[in-house]
């Protein structure tokens, strides 16, 4: 009885400290959604077009550092539920814990890109560069500085230990979490999808972007459906119950989200660097590497690591 108890209680030790990794990584991705939203809607502003060249090709680079602060703070999730099917395990501790660090450096330094291209908009370039200089400052300062000097005085602390099954409730609460965490990169580019449609700058754009930019609208409406949809069928068709088929349901869907959630950024890559560059040869290279850079982090890593562990798995059975 006692050993059934304690082999309860590191399996909920552990199945919590991942669940509040994952509210940690939906608390900073609210965070990259404002600036993420913020790269895409300033390529439609009026006043974009009378920015210098540079400051164009610097607000590119924050999109960029934005995209890849995005791309780490979801990648643990799927991850979760590609690899360890939505178990509690300490790989996944292991990896929100390592993606949401390194999430950390593109998002203060993407804060740094932004406020330099409005602070110089608005006064001119030293004052722009020096605000950037300071913005990065006090966020790698706060977020990293603060954290490192904290861990120093902590004791040594070791993992919760890997438990063999979870329980359903514990995997069905982290499941929406993770949902959670998807869905507020589809809220800010689908807001900026259908404003950017009706501005003058839109119209302006070949008929070929406008086309990339519709369909991309369409796939992230789907990713942002798919995403809510396990909430209301919990409710709707479970009373809100734990329910296995709705966890596997649930977990295909959240899986399934983040696919043309990846197209839907590509696409609208596509438009914000035309936009910059006016150059559709850019533009749909920066696309293309985008989607590529999304679908392996988001799909084809975590692919691999599942086949690693099935391979290893069976490594240790022939051998036993």
Same mark, same amino acid.
């Given at each position: ?89 300490? +790989?996944?501790?292991?990896? *929100? !814990?390592?993606?949401? /660090?390194?999430?950390? #450096? &593109?998002? $203060? =330094?993407? @804060? ?78 689908? +807001?900026?999808?259908?404003? *950017? !449609?009706?501005?003058? /700058?839109?119209?302006? #754009? &070949?008929? $070929? =972007?406008? @086309? ?83 679908? *392996? ?7 691999? #690591? ?15």
């Amino acid at each position: 009885m006692t050993k059934m108890f304690l082999h309860r209680s590191r399996c909920m030790e552990l199945g919590q400290k991942l669940k509040v990794a994952l509210d940690e990584s939906r608390l900073l991705i609210l965070g990259a959604q404002v600036l993420f939203g913020f790269q895409f809607q300033a390529a439609f502003q009026e006043a974009f077009t009378t920015l210098p060249t540079d400051m164009k090709m610097i607000h590119a680079a924050g999109l960029v550092l934005l995209l890849a602060s995005v791309c780490l703070l979801i990648t643990p999730s799927l991850q979760h539920q590609i690899v360890y099917a939505g178990e509690s395990r300490r +790989g996944a501790l292991e990896a *929100a !814990t390592r993606y949401a /660090s390194a999430s950390l #450096l &593109p998002l $203060t =330094l993407g @804060l740094g890109v932004s406020s330099c291209v409005v602070f110089t908009h608005l006064f001119g370039r030293t004052v722009g560069c020096s605000v950037a200089i300071a913005m990065a400052l006090i966020g790698l300062s706060f977020l990293y500085g603060l954290g490192f000097a904290l861990k120093a005085l902590q004791k040594e602390k070791t993992m919760p230990t890997e438990e063999r099954t979870t329980p359903l409730k514990v995997k069905i609460e982290q499941m929406l979490t993770e949902a959670r965490v998807l869905i507020p990169g589809a809220q800010a580019l689908l +807001g900026f999808q259908f404003v *950017a !449609t009706l501005t003058k /700058s839109f119209q302006e #754009l &070949p008929e $070929t =972007l406008q @086309l990339v930019h519709a369909g991309g609208l369409c796939a992230v409406a789907l990713a942002a459906m798919l995403l809510m949809t396990p909430a209301a069928v919990h409710r709707i068709a479970y009373d809100g119950e734990d329910n296995p088929t709705f966890f596997r349901i649930g977990s295909v869907l959240v899986i399934a989200g983040a696919f043309p959630l990846a197209i839907g950024i590509g696409a609208d890559v596509a438009v914000v660097f035309y936009k910059v560059t006016e150059s559709l040869g850019y533009s749909f290279a920066a696309a293309g590497a985008s989607l590529a850079i999304l679908l *392996a982090a988001w799909f084809g890593y975590p692919a691999w #690591l599942c086949h690693s562990q099935d391979a290893n798995a069976m490594s240790h059975r022939t051998t036993a």
